[in-house]
């Protein structure tokens, strides 16, 4: 049976901290979770872009849901990201992570190939089916050969554990339709490639990005804000954050957060290779950008 949970709010992306010999850092992740849970999120996400997956082994992927997990002390849902080019593998990832404790799976299709809808279908049927958790949609067309088209996205919101859709695309419209087309079956978030505030005024339900892992306070004092329909006030919040926004689409997106976090004092180390970190004048404007939002002391 479905597990009973609603999905709203601030889920920040969270980053993978590895060390030099491939290992997980614990301790520097539980920090980063409960102190992010302190600050009011709303959910946590690991394994998302911002968490690398795509350079981490099964091992890796594992071990960081398992501390996030046991970080969260159900305080907070883990909504844990799956990927894979395979149906076996995302299947097998997702019932580990329900064995594991998530709360729900973010669901991320790799394609080496190409796939024609009727195989993206089948996909993501496929890791609703093996679990009995909430299953998030993940869409983003920039970085995916074979992404989620409308028509299967109606098609997957009508599978009963499949009640949300994290659109990743800098395509507000794009949220707007599916929303339409949904009719209440999916629930949709936003992603950092959004404007937080007028995602919420159309219908969005929240935000998944990793932006809010170095600006918690900020992003769940900005989604309160709209949740109270204060859209001015709303406003005068969203603009100082678009920046932060706007400071990391400059750039490697892993290397941003895991700069930026560095700056306020956690230990997540550099991007896994072959990504570089940030060069200093990159760093320097993430530090500006940190400090004008009230997110890094000067």
């Not at 028509?151 to 419209?173: E, F, H, Q, W």
């Not at 929303?179 to 937080?196: C, T, W, Y």
Request: net charge negative; charged share 15%.
């Amino acid at each position: 049976m479905m597990a009973e949970m609603e999905f709203h709010g601030v889920f920040p992306y969270l980053v993978s901290p590895v060390d030099a010999s491939g290992e997980v850092k614990a301790v520097v992740l539980t920090r980063l979770c409960d102190d992010l849970i302190q600050a009011g999120v709303h959910g946590l996400t690991p394994l998302g872009s911002t968490g690398e997956f795509a350079y981490l082994s099964w091992a890796q992927r594992r071990r960081v849901v398992e501390v996030v997990i046991e970080a969260a002390r159900g305080r907070v849902p883990v909504v844990a990201g799956v990927a894979a080019t395979t149906i076996a593998d995302a299947t097998a990832q997702a019932r580990e992570f329900e064995q594991m404790g998530a709360s729900g799976i973010l669901a991320i299709l790799e394609a080496y190939f190409p796939l024609a809808d009727d195989g993206v279908f089948s996909y993501f049927k496929a890791i609703a089916d093996a679990v009995s958790l909430p299953v998030v949609l993940y869409t983003n067309p920039n970085f995916q050969r074979s992404d989620l088209s409308l028509p299967v996205i109606d098609r997957l919101s009508r599978i009963a554990n499949i009640g949300y859709i994290k659109d990743a695309s800098n395509n507000t419209g794009r949220l707007l339709s599916i929303i339409n087309l949904v009719e209440g079956r999916m629930k949709v978030f936003a992603a950092s490639a959004h404007i937080p505030a007028t995602v919420m005024l159309i219908g969005g339900v929240g935000w998944m990005a990793g932006p809010a892992c170095v600006a918690p306070r900020q992003s769940v004092e900005l989604f309160e804000t709209c949740r109270g329909g204060d859209w001015t006030r709303a406003m005068e919040l969203q603009r100082p954050l678009w920046a932060l926004n706007q400071a990391f689409a400059k750039y490697n997106l892993a290397a941003c957060i895991k700069g930026a976090l560095e700056l306020q004092g956690y230990a997540v180390g550099a991007p896994l290779p072959p990504q570089a970190g940030l060069a200093p004048e990159a760093l320097e404007d993430v530090r500006r950008t940190l400090i004008a939002i009230g997110a890094l002391t000067p």
